[in-house]
């Protein structure tokens, strides 16, 4: 039986991919035995078969690569974050010890070593509901010059220290800045608020 060619053109894409049923099979073969035309086109379309196949796989393997690789970049950047985080925090409780909770939650405090260290600023505010402040220990001389000169700039003299508080008149007023030792390296000073009658009085 004669079957035209543009029959067994159009089987051969099935039948390449084994979809083509037995009697299929043997039409197309004794076809393509005696036609070199259709003969050509069948070994055209076997040929790009898999070339398109092999196209196909390799943006799906790229995407799986880069996946892959993105995945171990964020797993490393986690890695590296937490053994950053564990050693700031291992070096700041081998540093300062018990007195790194003495001010409660120690991530304010910690922050504010952190701006004076890595930066020119000579006192850091690490708590704005009570104007506490911390400063670092520059000259054993005059630890406290640094107090001495926030309150001059806001109009207040020095007149004379008492144990840990410092003492500053402005008129007929007076304030007490208390001082803490926070560390041999740093220390804490607050300044209340003037509405606060405990720490101001009539000079006498």
């Not at 007929?172 to 509405?195: D, G, H, M």
Request: proline letters at 3%; one cysteine or more; glycine letters at 4%.
């Amino acid at each position: 039986m004669s079957i035209k060619c543009d029959v067994i053109q159009d089987l051969l894409p099935s039948y390449i991919d084994g979809l083509t049923s037995e009697e299929s099979n043997k039409l197309v073969k004794g076809h393509l035995s005696v036609c070199h035309s259709c003969s050509e086109i069948y070994d055209e379309i076997k040929h790009d078969i898999p070339n398109a196949l092999e196209n196909t796989d390799k943006p799906s393997d790229n995407s799986e690569r880069k996946l892959v690789k993105r995945i171990k970049n964020k797993i490393i950047t986690v890695v590296a974050t937490l053994i950053i985080t564990f050693s700031f925090l291992g070096f700041f409780v081998g540093t300062f010890g018990n007195v790194l909770f003495q001010e409660g939650n120690p991530i304010p405090v910690i922050s504010s070593i952190i701006k004076l260290e890595f930066t020119n600023a000579e006192y850091v505010e690490f708590s704005n509901a009570t104007n506490r402040f911390i400063s670092e220990i520059k000259s054993s001389d005059d630890r406290y010059s640094v107090v001495k000169k926030y309150m001059s700039e806001r109009g207040w003299a020095f007149k004379e220290q008492m144990g840990s508080g410092l003492i500053f008149e402005n008129e007929a007023e007076q304030i007490v800045i208390e001082t803490r030792l926070y560390t041999k390296n740093y220390f804490i000073w607050s300044v209340p608020e003037k509405e606060t009658e405990e720490t101001f009085f009539n000079a006498t």
